[in-house]
């Protein structure tokens, strides 16, 4: 690894543990996700998984399953940018979990160059279909950040 990787290697790091800290705005009890939208090391966009504006802030239905019309982090990234002048056009994604096959669909429709994520997930269909479509996916593990936040 050369000084660029590696110096691109410890902002990978440090913009993950942002995603990190960001999920904890979510107020799904199931599973909390995170995720970042970084261009030219400015933050374009974020989000975290939960329903649609305007609708209550509880994600799981009577049956503690999660409701169908919550929004994964990804999809309130990407459409945040959407009401913004922003373009995510070559824009680097952090995200906690590894995209779902749907969030895949919209990154690669939305520009983005790169995924970084930090939490494998048993289906890899969205991680193959990134890949597929030339974007470079990089799993970076949660113990392996140190410890300087
Ligand atoms: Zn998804």
Redesign the pocket.
Known sequence: MDAAQLKQLELDKRYIRMAIIWAENSYCHRRKVGALIVKEKMIISDGYNGTPSGFENVCEDENNLTKPYVL?A??NAITKIARSNNSSDGATMYVTAA??I??AKLIIQAGIKRVIYSEKYRLED?INLLKRAGIEVLYLEPDKFGTEI
Do not use: M, T
């Open positions: 994964h990804e999809a995209p779902c749907e969030c969205g």
